[in-house]
């Protein structure tokens, strides 16, 4: 295309073909430009899909933040589903709902972002579909990948006395735009999972509150006591309180979009991983499972008291 | 649930995992409700992924459709691609978007609907994204699927003197609202894969014209030439040329979203196809593959000319 601009659907997909590789990655037998893309995974390994969806006002400013911004965080979002249950991404399948206003720019914005994100980590863009209508920019992408031997980490092994870990820093990811450039613990996840078995493991997309409480219900309703001088308080998390009034530990325990892994493990197991950091892993030990349901947290002056989940709930009328 | 009306996000992917039967089908390891859905397929077989996206005013009038006919729609031509590639459709993942306005009795309409197509090709929803937002309805599907021995069916392998076959009859599909309702080829395609080799297949969902193009464009940039005659038109494309004077023969040609299959095989495996139909699959020669690049028809006068894709263009401005 020479750096024109594309013309019609079929004009963008060429154009976005003629940005993949030459060479596509193994595994992938076709890619964009047919009904579907043929994947070929390594024999006994298991195929992981996830799906994640981001429209304009919801999830992203387009006029704010820009297509290519859109994009980046798009494919990041889902391959933290990938890093939540310790797979390998393969290939994503990627779906646009184009404004009419700069259709063509915005598409190319898009792929862009989405492309520099895949790119880190080994991902084809193996298909998609492209559309404009009349109402904001929407994302979809789907993304498929595979285990490996240590298998998939789901939401429903943790045990009474296991300790909760995290990856990093919590909170605050609105005020400064770090919801944007999120950072799939795709590599920790392996590494972690390849050093130890974890019981439970879950991406902080909604926020702690809200995704820990997944983790407990899927054990059979357990509950987990956690300690706020131990949890990590990222330093949006503390700016942004020092501007609303809201305390630092509230954004890190309700906020979301952190995409840091919340894990569960053995005291023994979670001893040993703080001890060696896999793969230079950092965790942050901030919690204990309990018999006794609900989430409960205890400060600095021992007092506990019950935290109510309040993520990010997608259903929740907008702003 | 118990009839309620689920509550926000988490409550309404309760009763989405309720509406599931209680055994999952062989191949899924694990459903709705984690961060990934982990599906094992047949050793040596490969994975098949597409994606198609539907936006109220652009592929459905959620106020004159209702929800239910979308996810049935939605559903089904995703499905229709697995069909083209002749593959084996396994499990779904859904995203949506809700308008603010009952936002939960749609989510379980287009739940029944998506349900209601899935289970005809045992097919599991293993996962999705819910979300509310000020928009118009939007609804992603991506299903995965598998190949046979027979393998995948592709654009690219049409040659010169190979015969054109479909599935059905063609167009008008928009008139009486078949489009909401594609019957998806799976069964046909797979039908027609064990029986023959099928050079180059693709289903008709952007319109006759438009996709048999692609297959002309990825075989090496060949032609065909079209019979009028023995192209099978709808009662749908007769009844509708009555009522808007446009020849029924040019709705068969550009109205798309038939979602009948177009393939291409020798004169000599279409003769047999022909005569014995596997599976029952009923089949319309409608023309050749030519060296001549470009799409041609002959009237039955014997007079050829030119036919020009106009489809349906996704990117088109919509109405």
């Known amino acids: 295309m020479d750096g024109g601009i594309p013309r019609g659907e079929f004009g963008l997909i060429d154009w976005i073909r003629s940005q993949q590789q030459a060479v596509r990655r193994q595994g992938t037998v076709v890619g964009i430009g047919d009904d579907c893309a043929v994947l070929e995974f390594s024999p006994g390994s298991k195929v992981l899909v996830t799906t994640d969806m981001l429209m304009d006002g919801r999830h992203f400013r387009l006029a704010d933040d820009g297509a290519l911004a859109v994009g980046y965080k798009a494919?990041?979002?889902?391959?933290?589903?990938?890093?939540?249950?310790?797979?390998?991404?393969?290939?994503?399948?990627?779906?646009?709902?184009?404004?009419?206003?700069?259709?063509?720019?915005?598409?190319?914005?898009?792929?862009a972002g989405l492309k520099r994100m895949a790119?880190?980590?080994?991902?084809?863009?193996?298909?998609g579909d492209?559309?404009?209508?009349?109402?904001?920019?929407?994302?979809?992408?789907?993304?498929?990948?595979?285990t490996t031997v240590a298998g998939a980490v789901g939401r429903s092994g943790a045990k009474?006395?296991?300790v909760i870990l995290v990856t990093g820093p919590l909170g605050g990811s609105l005020f400064r735009g770090r919801h944007l450039r999120p950072e799939p613990r795709v590599r920790e996840a392996l590494a972690l999972t390849e050093a130890a078995?974890?019981?439970?493991?879950?991406?902080?997309?909604?926020?702690?509150?809200?995704?820990?409480?997944?983790?407990?219900?899927?054990?059979?309703?357990?509950?987990?006591?956690?300690?706020?001088?131990?949890?990590?308080?990222?330093?949006?998390?503390?700016?942004?309180?020092?501007?609303?009034?809201?305390?630092?530990?509230?954004?890190?325990l309700h906020d979301g979009e952190d995409f840091e892994?919340?894990?569960?493990?053995?005291?023994?197991?979670a001893i040993r991983l703080l001890g060696n950091s896999p793969g230079g892993t950092?965790?942050?030990?901030?919690?204990?499972?309990?018999?006794?349901?609900?989430?409960r947290i205890r400060d600095s002056h021992g007092i506990i008291s019950c935290v109510q989940p309040?993520?990010?709930?997608h259903l929740r009328a907008p702003d």
């Open 130 to 146: 492209t559309n404009a209508w009349n109402g904001p920019l929407v994302v979809n992408v789907a993304i498929i990948g595979e």
């Open 75 to 111: 494919m990041g979002v889902n391959l933290s589903d990938i890093a939540a249950m310790a797979g390998v991404p393969r290939a994503a399948v990627i779906s646009v709902a184009l404004p009419p206003e700069n259709s063509v720019a915005i598409a190319q914005g898009l792929h």
């Open 160 to 162: 009474t006395g296991d």
């Open 197 to 252: 078995r974890i019981h439970a493991m879950i991406d902080l997309s909604d926020g702690l509150s809200s995704d820990l409480g997944h983790i407990l219900k899927e054990s059979g309703n357990l509950g987990a006591l956690l300690e706020a001088a131990q949890i990590p308080l990222h330093s949006d998390a503390i700016e942004q309180s020092q501007s609303d009034g809201i305390a630092a530990i509230d954004h890190a």
């Open 119 to 127: 790119d880190r980590f080994e991902v084809d863009l193996v298909g």
């Open 261 to 269: 892994l919340c894990l569960v493990c053995s005291a023994d197991t």
């Open 310 to 313: 309040r993520g990010f709930d």
């Open 282 to 295: 950092v965790l942050h030990p901030i919690g204990e499972i309990t018999a006794l349901p609900g989430l």
